[in-house]
Structure formats: C-alpha cells, structure tokens
C-alpha cells in the first residue's frame, strides 16, 4: 500500500494544455474515483500516475518517492483495462501467472498464490480454459485477478466494467468493492458512470477541462455540488436546472414561484432533485402539464413541462395520469433548494 501526491502536476501535447497545474493526495489504501466526462483529463491524469505518459510539469511520489523518471515496470503498480488485455493463446492460469513469471517467482510459489487470487475472484475452477470461453464478466475477473496477484503498492484502473452489460455492472461493482476491503490497496479507478462512481469510490475528484472542480465524498458532492456544472453531472435522474431570477426574495420562472434567501438577480439557475419533489393537488409552486411517465419498478419518473420548463419529480410506482393532463409538484418538507449563477456556473447560496 502506498500514499500517492500529483504535486503541480501539468500536462501539454504542444501547445494544448490537457491537464492544468494541480495537485492531488491519495491516501494510503483510499480507492479514488476520477469522474468526469470523455475528454476532461481523467484518464491521462492515470496515465501519468502510471509513467504511461510523460509529465510536462510538477511531481509524481509514490509512497514517498519521486518516480517520474522511473519506467511504469519500476513503479509497483497494477492496471487494470476497458478491454481486459488478456494473452488470448494462453490459459486463465497462464494469464493471472503471467506477472510473476516475469518477476522470477519460483514455481511452487506461482501455483500458490494463482490459486489464492483465482478463489478471491471465483475463477478457481476455470483455470485452464481460455479467454475466448469466458463470458466479459470472467474476463474481467481475469484482468482483475492478474493485477491483484502481484500484490502491487497500486492499483490503477481505466473504465474496467464499460464494457459489461447493466446487470454485470452491478454485480461487478460489488466484487470491486468487496476486493478492496479485503486488500486495501490504493486504488485510483476512472470513469464516466457517476453510478459507479457513488458507489465505489471513498472520495470522488470530478473533472472538467481537465481541472478537478469538486474532490469530497460521493455523500457531500451528491448534497453539496460545488457548481452547476457538478450539480448537473451527479445524480441519476439529474438535478433539475431551471433557468429564472430571484425577485422579492422568491425565484420566478415558467410555472415556477418559490420563496428563497437571496437577494434580487437575474440569470439565476434554480437546482431542485426528483426525490425533493412530490406530486400534489391543488395550488402549488410548480406548475405545468404532464409531459412523460417512464415507470423504472421502485417509482415513476414524472416529467413536468411548463413552456420550455421541465421538471422530473420522483412519484408513485403506481401513479398514472393521461399525457398533457395538469400537473402540480410541490418540495417535500426538508428538501434542497440550490441557486447558482448562470454565466459562471458558482453556487449563489451557501
């Protein structure tokens, strides 16, 4: 296990700057998640940790070590790919061995602990077929259990389940989670799925343009968003963003009329997520007609239009109502308000 710091870490290709001056800890057996999506930074931001790509600017210590002349076989770390990278010709025992063959383990001591790592990823029975008569989920499995055998100071992996199909997923991320409660190891893992993200991650660093915008617990950046930007990212269905402007101490927009703490503005942008609104009767803040119902079995997604104003409550599962019928949604007690500005994106509350 290993403390990983990005000290004014920067990286350019020319005179495209893809990854601005920033610095980064990773704590000792933390797994971090860098979310964001395609093109922010993550992935190279990896890379570079990995010795994949060349820092143009800053340091990278690994357990309290400079490593950025140091080659990625030096650096004691483990990768795991979107495309699993396994040797086609060779075996499932072949593959998990691969690494410590390489690392001139003695014989009986590769037999061991192939065994030990293909029973913590219940491949121990399907050592000796080949990748082509796996399905993706023990292919995974595979990658997972070749990068977990050499007992590496890090783990780093790139989208490793963005392949899988949904159900897979899931069942995936629970494995990733239970391996790294029983390991420990320092992971930084990278992705675009916020799901995957919430769910894996002890701390997530949301990216954007390269930048890491927001760098807390999936909890604080789920109720706390940084700004419009995260707010929109984080959160399935998203966040409700309405453009309107604050008047008299209430934000006004198209069938929107709600008390807030802030003063007169205009180009306001009011946030608001699904399960803080409820479906109601009579005269409520949010008005409009039903635009869509789409039932996902816990609950039905209702989506509100007021004009070019829509609005996603989470109701019923049970709830049925014919489309352009009138709708009335209203904050459930203790639910959220965010404001944010909508030229530079900055929370306006507190």
């Given at each position: 296990?290993?403390?990983v710091?990005?000290?004014?870490?920067?990286k350019?290709?020319?005179?495209?700057?893809?990854v601005?001056?920033?610095?980064?800890?990773?704590?000792?057996?933390?797994f971090?998640?860098?979310l964001?999506?395609?093109?922010?930074?993550?992935?190279?931001?990896?890379?570079?940790?990995?010795g994949?790509?060349?820092?143009?600017?800053?340091?990278?210590?690994?357990?309290?070590e400079?490593?950025?002349?140091?080659?990625?076989k030096?650096?004691?770390?483990a990768?795991?790919?979107?495309?699993?990278?396994?040797?086609?010709h060779?075996?499932?025992r072949?593959?998990i061995?691969?690494p410590?063959k390489?690392?001139?383990?003695?014989?009986?001591?590769?037999?061991?602990?192939v065994?030990?790592t293909?029973?913590k990823?219940e491949l121990g029975?399907l050592l000796?077929?080949?990748?082509?008569?796996l399905?993706?989920?023990?292919?995974?499995?595979?990658?997972?259990?070749?990068?977990?055998?050499?007992?590496?100071?890090?783990?780093l992996?790139?989208?490793?389940?963005?392949?899988?199909?949904?159900?897979?997923?899931?069942?995936?991320?629970?494995?990733?989670k239970h391996?790294?409660h029983e390991?420990?190891?320092?992971?930084?893992?990278?992705?675009?799925?916020?799901?995957?993200?919430?769910?894996?991650?002890d701390?997530?660093a949301v990216?954007?343009?390269?930048r890491?915008?927001?760098?807390?617990?999936p909890?604080?950046?789920?109720?706390?968003?940084?700004?419009?930007?995260?707010?929109?990212?984080?959160?399935?269905p998203?966040?409700n963003?309405?453009?309107?402007?604050?008047?008299?101490g209430?934000?006004?927009?198209?069938?929107?009329d709600?008390?807030?703490?802030?003063?007169?503005?205009?180009?306001?942008?009011?946030?608001?997520?699904?399960?803080?609104?409820?479906?109601?009767?009579?005269?409520?803040?949010i008005?409009?007609?039903?635009?869509a119902?789409?039932?996902?079995?816990?609950?039905?997604?209702?989506?509100?239009?007021?004009?070019?104003?829509?609005?996603?409550?989470?109701?019923?599962a049970?709830?049925?109502a014919?489309?352009n019928?009138p709708?009335?949604?209203?904050?459930?007690?203790g639910?959220r308000?965010y404001?944010f500005?909508?030229?530079t994106?900055?929370?306006?509350?507190?």
């Open positions: 296990m290993a403390e710091r990005l000290v004014d870490i920067e350019k290709y020319g005179s495209f700057l893809a601005p001056q920033q610095s980064l800890t990773i704590e000792d057996g933390e971090l998640v860098l964001g999506p395609s093109g922010c930074g993550k992935t190279t931001t990896m890379r570079m940790i990995a994949l790509e060349d820092i143009t600017a800053g340091d990278i210590q690994i357990a309290g400079r490593v950025n002349d140091k080659p990625p030096d650096r004691d770390i990768m795991v790919f979107q495309n699993y990278g396994l040797y086609p060779m075996t499932v072949q593959n061995e691969y410590l390489l690392r001139k383990v003695n014989k009986a001591e590769r037999a061991r602990r065994q030990d293909a029973d990823v029975t000796d077929r080949r990748p082509s008569e399905s993706g989920g023990q292919r995974q499995r595979v990658a997972l259990a070749r990068a977990i055998v050499r007992t590496p100071k890090i783990f992996m790139d989208e490793p389940l963005s392949n899988l199909d949904a159900k897979l997923r899931v069942t995936m991320r629970a494995e990733l391996l790294h390991l420990g190891v320092t992971t930084v893992y990278v992705t675009h799925d916020q799901m995957e993200a919430m769910t894996l991650a701390r997530v990216m954007r343009e390269g890491i915008v927001q760098l807390d617990t909890k604080r950046i789920y109720s706390d968003p940084a700004d419009l930007f995260v707010a929109g990212f984080i959160g399935s998203s966040m963003l309405i453009d309107g402007a604050v008047q008299d209430r934000f006004i927009a198209e069938g929107m709600l008390p807030v703490s802030l003063p007169d503005r205009d180009e306001v942008v009011f946030g608001i997520r699904p399960e803080d609104l409820e479906l109601a009767d009579g005269d409520t803040p008005k409009g007609r039903l635009y119902l789409e039932l996902t079995g816990e609950s039905t997604l209702v989506t509100m239009r007021a004009g070019k104003t829509s609005v996603c409550a989470r109701g019923h049970d709830f049925e014919p489309i019928a709708c009335h949604l209203a904050p459930k007690t639910a308000f404001l500005d909508r030229a994106g900055q929370r306006l509350d507190g």
